[in-house]
């Protein structure tokens, strides 16, 4: 199975709003309803942010949100703080039952 | 408080093999599926398999291809992961993760694996 695709980079000002978007096909992201989001630190452990598309874990901030549109995966970071800067990475459970990630983003915050 | 802590990696020559082991603590391990995911260097993040929470179903990226094998013992609370005929493009950190109330909600730390002559 092929990654999905993000873009390379995407960077906002504090306080603004990005978008990140994952691309996939009708075999991931457009067939199912398990799409997550991750951020990763440098040297440190993926972190679950959004999980079944639009769900967040308890406890995480609700400056972060997701959604899906066709084969197309976006997550939305509101309210852009110093400690979003970081890679994030989308996930998608495929038609025949494995998982693919995506290429990753690096978020900066100018 | 789930805790998830990964051993075993290393050096290692290419073609050799290693097992990796994922102490699980915090929850009911017997009672959730399992994913390991690893990451080369500097490189993005790669789904390597799942195992169902007895053990009687598995799945594998594509790139296994037979070379790996998850496998898991309840009464200890640990996930394994057997890998066989290791290459170069082998090279990463090996993070086990649980399926909860999400695929991948909790990870552990990470164990290093090189392979290099």
């Known amino acids: ?110 | 408080q789930e805790k998830l802590v990964e051993s075993g990696g290393g050096v290692v020559q290419p073609g050799r093999s290693l097992r990796l082991s994922c102490a699980a603590s915090g929850f009911i391990f017997g009672s959730y599926a399992m994913h390991w995911v690893r990451q080369a260097p500097g490189k993005g993040l790669e789904w390597v398999a799942r195992v169902s929470y007895d053990g009687s179903y598995k799945y594998y990226g594509d790139f296994v291809k037979g070379r790996f094998t998850v496998t898991r013992d309840n009464s200890k609370n640990t996930l394994y992961l057997q890998m066989d005929s290791l290459r170069v493009e082998d090279t990463g950190f090996y993070y086990c993760a649980t399926r909860i109330e999400a695929d991948f909600d909790y990870w552990g730390q990470g164990t290093l694996v090189a392979v290099s002559s």
């Open chain 1, 1 to 110: 199975q092929s990654a999905l695709t993000q873009p390379a980079s995407v960077s906002g000002s504090p306080g603004q709003s990005i978008t990140i978007s994952c691309t996939g096909t009708s075999s991931d992201i457009g067939g199912s309803d398990s799409v997550s989001w991750f951020q990763q630190y440098p040297g440190k452990a993926p972190k679950l942010m959004i999980y079944d598309v639009n769900d967040r874990p308890s406890g995480l901030s609700n400056r972060f949100s997701g959604s899906k549109s066709g084969n197309t995966a976006s997550l939305t970071i509101s309210g852009l703080q110093a400690e979003d800067e970081a890679d994030y990475f989308c996930n998608s459970y495929t038609s025949n039952g494995l998982y693919v990630f995506g290429t990753g983003t690096k978020v900066t915050v100018l």
